[in-house]
């Protein structure tokens, strides 16, 4: 059985992923994409992360995402997005750029052969081998790189918060020095953000996330957590790095919000195609 070729593998159902995997399809190159989740965007939907600023995209498909976004109201002025609407709007992407999207699949080795990357990977059908030109990482841990992983310096563990008063009156002074407040899209959005230990696991998170909760004080005590974020939101101080002159680090996570990550994304992958991009991939 032959080995299955591709010209770009991304690593990653990222925003960036996903925007570069639009970019590299309409230039008519042969493109999959490797996820190890069920689900699209982790890094900013599962993680519980609205982003920090507005920012105005630099491309045309930018523009279009964004308006799409705004058809369904589902980006505010401040340039928020609410995230638990966006998971279906990024399903639509894929369906309507015809995306190759392998779902609940691991990397498990690159290995270069020549001009060509050889790749194990592993689903529940088994291991299997592809052969890729180019590979774009877009994850933040860099999992294109088995036993290389990245360590992020900051992580949170997030929190969706309600109260009788969520959207009327703001929300109390957060009462431990590693925990913050934000909102998302709408006013009824609170986020409790809670920085762990870079090295901390995500049991150890739930459980200090839960003590500090229990033990909150009166002004908290109408306050509920609705749901507690799946992933954690990192802090990953760079946009891209080139791995080698046929594989690059593009973490999504990098970016302010979900909007810039599928722009810079969509962007990066329109000048890939070789060697000739290694120049100026790197920081």
Same mark, same amino acid.
């Given at each position: 059985?032959?080995?299955?070729?591709?010209?770009?593998? &991304?690593?990653?159902?990222?925003?960036?992923?996903? +925007?570069?995997?639009?970019? /590299?399809?309409?230039?008519?190159?042969? &493109?999959?994409?490797?996820?190890?989740?069920?689900?699209?965007?982790?890094?900013?939907?599962?993680?519980?992360?609205?982003?920090?600023?507005?920012?105005?995209?630099?491309?045309?498909?930018?523009?279009?995402?964004?308006?799409?976004?705004?058809?369904?109201?589902?980006?505010?002025?401040?340039?928020?997005?609410?995230?638990?609407?966006?998971?279906?709007?990024?399903?639509?992407?894929?369906?309507?750029?015809?995306?190759?999207?392998? #779902?609940?699949?691991?990397?498990?080795?690159?290995?270069?052969?020549?001009?060509?990357?050889?790749?194990?990977?592993?689903?529940?059908?088994?291991?299997?081998?592809?052969?890729?030109?180019?590979?774009?990482?877009?994850?933040?841990?860099?999992?294109?790189?088995? +036993?290389?992983?990245?360590?992020?310096?900051?992580?949170?563990?997030?929190?969706?918060?309600?109260?009788?008063?969520?959207?009327?009156?703001?929300?109390?002074? %957060?009462?431990?020095?590693?925990?913050?407040?934000?909102?998302?899209? #709408?006013?009824?959005?609170?986020?409790?953000?809670?920085?762990?230990?870079?090295?901390?696991?995500?049991?150890?998170?739930?459980?200090?996330?839960?003590?500090?909760?229990?033990?909150? %004080?009166?002004?908290?005590?109408?306050?509920?957590? /609705?749901?507690?974020?799946?992933?954690?939101?990192?802090?990953?101080?760079?946009?891209?790095?080139?791995?080698?002159?046929?594989?690059?680090?593009?973490?999504?996570?990098?970016?302010?919000?979900?909007?810039?990550?599928?722009?810079?994304?969509?962007?990066?992958?329109?000048?890939?195609?070789?060697?000739?991009?290694?120049?100026?991939?790197?920081?």
């Amino acid at each position: 059985m032959s080995i299955p070729e591709y010209d770009l593998l &991304v690593c990653g159902a990222t925003l960036s992923g996903l +925007g570069a995997a639009a970019a /590299a399809r309409e230039a008519g190159r042969k &493109v999959i994409v490797v996820e190890r989740m069920a689900l699209t965007g982790n890094e900013f939907i599962e993680a519980f992360n609205p982003g920090s600023e507005r920012t105005e995209p630099k491309t045309e498909f930018g523009i279009r995402f964004r308006d799409e976004l705004a058809k369904r109201g589902l980006i505010g002025d401040n340039g928020l997005i609410h995230l638990p609407a966006l998971h279906p709007v990024l399903c639509l992407l894929i369906d309507s750029q015809s995306l190759k999207v392998r #779902f609940l699949t691991e990397i498990v080795d690159v290995a270069k052969q020549g001009d060509t990357h050889e790749v194990l990977l592993h689903d529940s059908s088994g291991f299997q081998r592809i052969n890729a030109k180019e590979i774009l990482d877009t994850t933040s841990l860099r999992l294109s790189t088995p +036993g290389r992983l990245f360590q992020p310096k900051r992580k949170w563990i997030n929190s969706y918060l309600h109260s009788p008063s969520v959207g009327v009156e703001p929300a109390p002074a %957060p009462f431990d020095e590693s925990m913050s407040v934000c909102g998302g899209r #709408f006013p009824s959005e609170v986020i409790l953000k809670l920085e762990i230990p870079p090295g901390g696991s995500w049991q150890e998170a739930r459980r200090r996330l839960y003590q500090l909760w229990k033990n909150r %004080p009166e002004e908290w005590k109408s306050w509920t957590i /609705a749901a507690t974020a799946s992933a954690f939101e990192n802090e990953i101080p760079f946009a891209s790095e080139a791995i080698s002159d046929t594989w690059f680090w593009l973490p999504s996570e990098s970016y302010p919000n979900p909007l810039a990550a599928i722009d810079e994304g969509y962007a990066f992958a329109q000048n890939m195609g070789g060697a000739e991009r290694a120049a100026s991939a790197s920081h």
